[in-house]
């Protein structure tokens, strides 16, 4: 069927979403201690971990593009396209510098309070997680990251610290980052160092465990402190198929999908699955628990789901699933083309996947990453036309209006990177996808200065439509 007209609710929350530690830089500022992030090299995701931060060696967070600085002028520029939301993280060590004090860093806590401020002075609502591929490093190389136990304790009064803060601020809460990141990117994720091995599995379900039962923590808290406001949970949720309709392609990519979901269901339904029993035997997991964790587990869930969606990918029975930059690839889709970096630009699989979340959950959805990254030329006008970013968002925007008139509820879309940001993947500045230009190369240079792009004012009068503009063509 074919609409003329956007589904779009009139509260529909519209903006972008970037990550602490891809854009605030000031790693060593105002008492802030070093992250996870800040000692990686090449990205996050697939670089290199030092164990300190070594001098003479780049290291791309600790400038970032300097947000922590110049967020008045980004934020003003946000409100200039209209955004209604904008999603960041807490850096948890500008508030723990280590991440077992008793007592946070004052001025790590004012810096969000401006933030905050700034955005609500605007109509801009605040949306937070809560932790994203940064944690203090310190509990990285002291305590083992996730699959230490005590790591719950310093994440609830991190939790509690900040909601007892900012919960007049803000309203949307999520506890990790891609959760279901564990098993590919066990570092980023959950600050442990699981190298391959026997017991690989064992231990990464153990770290999520932790996970679960701290994620049901601060849910608790979040009732407890801010009844008025939500706290939800965020997957990486990218579209997931098949290779063929043979049915061991189909029933082996049902298996992988249920891996990832297999987060969410323990944390919006309250508890392990009956299908994970079969996992745990083939890989011999048997989970330290303690007594109240089920319970915990059971008792609070999530108010939301919130995931990020980039592509899709495919999947051929016993291919191992490749596990690099962007996800799972799979093998190529004869359907799709793709981005430069690789990654299939699948518009549909965006409604498939909102629909496929509806309906096993029937929670309310939050669209918080998506997004087109690729490498911007400079025209000799001196600006930069990103007709093709324009055409992968408008896309996207057409399906999700479409997911809406299917049913589902999804409450905002939280564009990624509206700033070119610094890579998670691969820690480039090069991969841009922001509406907005940010003069800095992979090496360092630049004049840091902010420059829009075409699709700025595009996405400007999108939201100035309530997506209207989509369906009527607007001005592009
Ligand atoms: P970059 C894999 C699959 C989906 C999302 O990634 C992913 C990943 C890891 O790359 O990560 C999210 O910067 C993540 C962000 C990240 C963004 O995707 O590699 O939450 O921190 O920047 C885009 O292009």
């Known amino acids: 069927m074919n609409r003329s007209r956007s589904a779009f609710p009139k509260d529909f929350l519209w903006g972008g979403a970037i990550a602490a530690n891809q854009a605030e830089g000031a790693w060593d500022a105002d008492g802030k201690g070093p992250s996870i992030a800040d000692v990686c090299r090449g990205g ?94 310190h509990l990285a190389t002291e305590y083992g990251g996730w699959e230490n136990r005590k790591l719950i304790g310093f994440f609830s009064r991190f939790c509690e610290t900040i909601f007892k803060r900012y919960k007049d601020k803000v309203k949307y809460w999520m506890t990790f980052n891609e959760i279901n990141n564990m098993h590919k990117i066990p570092f980023a994720a959950g600050a442990c160092r699981i190298d391959e091995g026997p017991d690989k599995v064992r231990r990464i379900y153990q770290a999520s465990h932790n996970m679960f039962v701290a994620n049901a923590k601060a849910v608790k808290l979040g009732k407890e402190i801010m009844p008025d406001n939500q706290v939800g949970c965020m997957l990486s949720l990218s579209a ?134 690729d490498v911007d030329v400079i025209a000799e006008d001196g600006k930069i036309h990103d007709a093709y970013r324009i055409d992968y968002v408008r896309r996207h925007l057409i399906e999700i209006s479409e997911a809406l008139e299917d049913g589902c509820e999804v409450l905002g879309y939280a564009y990624w990177g509206p700033i070119d940001i610094v890579s998670a993947g691969t820690g480039e500045m090069r991969k841009r996808y922001g509406f907005i230009y940010v003069d800095k190369d992979n090496e360092g240079n630049g004049t840091l200065k902010r420059m829009r792009k075409d699709s700025f004012d595009w996405y400007k009068e999108v939201i100035a439509s309530n997506g209207e503009s989509l369906f009527t063509g607007g001005r592009y």
């Open 44 to 137: 996050i995701i697939s670089g290199v971990a030092d164990e300190r931060v070594e001098p003479g060696k780049y290291y791309p967070s600790h400038e970032a593009i300097d947000f922590y600085h110049r967020y008045q002028e980004d934020v003003a520029m946000f409100a200039e396209m209209g955004f209604t939301l904008f999603r960041t993280s807490i850096n948890w060590s500008r508030i723990f510098p280590k991440g077992d004090e008793s007592e946070p860093n004052e001025a790590g806590l004012a810096f969000y309070d401006n933030l905050f401020d700034e955005l609500l002075k605007y109509g801009i609502q605040p949306m937070v997680t809560i932790s994203h591929y940064e944690t203090p490093l």
């Open 240 to 373: 997931f198929y098949p290779n063929t309709c043979h049915p061991d392609d189909v029933f082996e990519a049902y298996e992988f999908r249920r891996r990832s979901l297999f987060y969410s269901d323990v944390m919006l339904r309250g508890h392990y699955p009956a299908y994970m029993n079969r996992v745990f035997e083939e890989f011999d997991v048997h989970l330290n628990t303690e007594p109240g964790d089920k319970e915990l587990i059971r008792d609070h869930t999530c108010a939301f789901l919130a995931f990020s969606y980039y592509m899709s990918s495919t999947h051929k029975a016993g291919m191992p699933i490749q596990g690099t930059t962007g996800g799972v690839r799979g093998i190529d889709n004869p359907y799709l083309e793709k981005s430069s970096y690789g990654w299939a630009i699948d518009p549909k699989g965006l409604r498939y996947v909102c629909n496929e979340l509806y309906d096993r959950y029937e929670k309310p959805l939050f669209i918080v990453e998506n997004g087109f990254g």
